[in-house]
């Protein structure tokens, strides 16, 4: 097993002598370097590619089992929440899932460059004479010299693939760095917007205008150091001074210091954007946040859509809307269906003289609606008892208007139910099917009858066509 060499502290006694006296008009002299801390970075060198790929080993793919379960912990929580608690459920979900699938492709990546890089050593100590051009066959003289001019040898070869696996490595933990730092000042505001919210009456709209303006204060305060530096930098270039702006910028930098950690980020960051080109880093940098944070979107729409490669040119979404859905029946509905909470029946044929029927309720949709359409006392529904089941029917029979084979249902004979098994509470009621013939039959819901064809409050038709056989009864 490898063992770290012990440490040797370097001989001061070798140092050249520092004169106790100075000349006059002569400056003290830098300080003078460590000797040793190359060698000793060196020897540390010799390791690190065993542990970058131990590492990355380690969590790519682990990496990639997380967001499926981030994903099943959202699906369940974020149909209870409404308002700027749906919010930070939803940025939470996006940023875990955005950060789990970038870091697990670019330690992949990392892996691959890594092993080529093995590759290349194992090479260079089998074939330490290089690639020799005589020896390839097929090749003439003008491919020859066209090769020879464009291919690298092994040696720098070796070095481009170390140095690009390193930097890709340290750019990985940058990223992992940033997106958990965005995520506990995030979570710290919503915290704080949330609780002084909740104190006044519209505590939505007042916890939505309080996080705003505490994500402004960082930005105006990253776009306000820069302008200040810039204008500095242009008085100091046409020979003047700025002392005033110069201590305004300084007392800005130490206020960042409190939303951004200078002394983690700024290290690695620094030293990446002066080694590498500049504008190239940061565009590739801020891009890698904002696909992390698309591509929670990406996989809740891809949840919701039937197929993200939708070529179906005859039997399109329009014409399933008015044919069958497996989401409306509870015996066809998947894992796939989680995100698709619409009305729901048993099963598309019904064989008893009832046919149970489940609205669900939900609260990011249906609150806002509710408090206007309802009327009801203080914005929600305060009743205890009997009269809570009551008000909760009310309500929710002016925004649901369900009809069968054309005729209208009245919703006052439904109940209001709580289904672990959906993770959902709605409405629930039983339709008597004895006066109805064998056959098909179609149950037409509309949901916000009067809303527009756009927003979240638009009107919505959910059809769910069955099939009536009380013959087949056992």
Known sequence: MWRQPPYTPPNRMDDPPVSDTLEPGSTPAAPVAD???NGRFARLRERTDELE???SGLLAFALLAVPGRVFDAWAVSEVHADGIYWQALWFGFSTCVGLCYVLAIALIAHLAIR???VGLIGLKSNFPQGIRWDNVPFMGRTAR???QARVVSLDQAIISA???????FSTTLLFALTIAVIGLMSILAITVAAGIGSLFPHSDDVALAILLALVAVPLALGIGVGALDKMVAKRHARGGTSPRLERITHRLLAINQWFVPMRMLLPVQLMLQSNQRARHFMWLYFGAVMVAMMIGGVQAVGSMRFSMLDQYEVVTGEAVDQGMLSAHYESLRTEHDRLLRYPMIPADVIQGSRLRLFI???PKRENALAKRVCALPEGGNTAAGPEAATRAVQCLAKVWQVTLDGKPVPLDGFLPIERRDL???GLVGYLPLDALSPGRHDLLL???ADGGKRGRERRREYRIPFWYAPEERR
Do not use: C, K
Not at 162 to 168: F, I, Y
């Open 446 to 448: 509309v949901w916000n």
């Open 162 to 168: 170390d140095r690009a696996a390193s930097t890709l």
């Open 360 to 362: 669900p309720h939900q």
């Open 35 to 37: 000797t040793d801390t």
């Open 115 to 117: 092993g080529y890089w």
């Open 423 to 425: 993770e959902m509470r």
């Open 53 to 55: 790929m131990f590492i």
């Open 145 to 147: 010299t066209f090769y």
